[in-house]
């Protein structure tokens, strides 16, 4: 689980946080006003409820039913997991406040009105944006406050892991090295394929008789498009006739790579017999040329570095936090572990699996 602070979470989730009276005589932290549920977490005075987290929890209510039934759980037993990581994410949206103000961050006006278009802008017209806001819980006052806040976090953030984010050009030097074939459009291959999926060694005879049959077919000039709408078991693509859009061959298994790599643009390949099951391809064209140069690509290699360090260290950044701004959850039902509890070592060297043809 990954507790994430989004502007799109902040805006559909979190609900009005302002204090009111609270109970002072049990807690030292103050429930929103007029809100008597139970505290069970809390941060610097501000108390959180069941009550919050139920309503935020409502719009999911639906969905957590239907997996409880397809599972066999409980409602609770598939709820709790979210009703923890709402309260994590409370939390962090008050601590993160916090620090901000900590770090005397200000955020401009023309910043919030900008984040506020762009965000009314994905509605279409004023009346939907309207409906969507008064759905949350919010209005423009309201809306723009929580934007804010929420950029102001996300500034406090960069500037708390400004220095464990440094990248070293021997990094970006090694990382391009290593990956240059990789990157760029030179090597990339749009293509359509036609999987009978084998979900077990018994049925590889038979996905190998509807391959050749559907070989057959594409023999005699029907319409590769057709037939993979028709016939494919690749859920990703077949509703687009197999189409898996442009895409490096090395990012599919070996024996897919090794087809496409003999193939010329609007050929078809014979069958081909993957860990997935059997494949018909068809190669539709071809991107040539060289790698791109390092300089063209530096920032793009830095941002991902720093993508895949930033995903390591905030969880341990926000236990920090968590730490210093004294953090509690009173019900242990609602303490998310990776908020509060320092991580397992890891086996390392872990290879990764790899992928199966899916639309990019």
């Known amino acids: 689980m990954r507790i994430h602070l989004t502007l799109l979470s902040l805006i559909l989730l979190v609900a009005a946080c302002r204090t009111g009276a609270g109970n002072a005589a049990t807690s030292k932290f103050k429930a929103p006003h007029g809100d008597s549920t139970a505290i069970i977490a809390g941060v610097d005075t501000l108390g959180i409820t069941k009550g919050q987290i ?12 239907q997996q409880a039934q397809q599972s066999g759980q409980s409602f609770d037993a598939v709820a709790q997991p979210m009703r923890r990581q709402i309260t994590a994410q409370l939390l962090l949206q008050q601590i993160m406040k916090l620090e901000a103000a900590k770090l005397g961050i200000k955020v401009d006006a023309h910043r919030v009105d900008s984040v506020y278009k762009a965000f009314s802008s994905q509605y279409g017209d004023s009346a939907k944006f309207t409906q969507a806001m008064l759905q949350a819980g919010d209005n423009p006052t309201s809306l723009r406050e929580k934007i804010s806040i929420q950029l102001a976090s996300s500034e406090a953030l960069e500037k708390g892991l400004a220095d464990s984010l440094k990248v070293a050009p021997a990094s970006v030097d090694s990382f391009y090295a290593a990956n240059k074939d990789r ?10 394929h036609i999987l009978k999926l084998t979900k077990s060694p018994a049925d590889s005879a038979k996905a190998h ?3 050749l049959a559907i070989a057959a077919k594409l023999a005699k000039g029907m319409d590769f498009a057709a ?8 859920p990703g693509s077949k509703g687009q006739g197999g189409d898996l859009g442009w895409f490096n061959p090395k990012e599919m298994v070996p024996e897919f790579a090794a087809a496409l790599s003999t193939m010329k643009p609007g050929e078809t390949s014979a069958p081909v017999h993957s860990q997935f099951g059997w494949h018909i391809i ?12 390092l300089d063209s690509v530096r920032t793009q290699i830095e941002n991902v570095l720093k993508g895949q ?11 920090a936090l968590v730490k210093k701004y004294k953090a509690a959850v009173l ?21 990764l699996a790899p992928m199966m043809p899916k639309k990019k």
Do not use: H, N, W
């Not at 360090?309 to 236990?319: H, L, S």
């Open 54 to 65: 139920e309503k935020m929890l409502q719009p999911m209510t639906v969905q957590i039913a």
């Open 183 to 192: 990157m760029g459009e030179a090597g990339k291959v749009k293509a359509r």
């Open 209 to 211: 008789a509807e391959i």
């Open 227 to 234: 037939i993979a709408t028709a016939e494919s078991d690749d």
């Open 282 to 293: 068809k190669l539709e064209d071809r991107k040539t040329g060289g790698a791109p140069s």
């Open 309 to 319: 360090r930033a995903e390591k260290i905030i969880p341990g950044y926000y236990r």
């Open 331 to 351: 019900d242990s039902a609602y303490k998310e572990p990776e908020l509060f509890d320092e991580p397992k070592a890891e086996p390392v060297g872990q290879g």
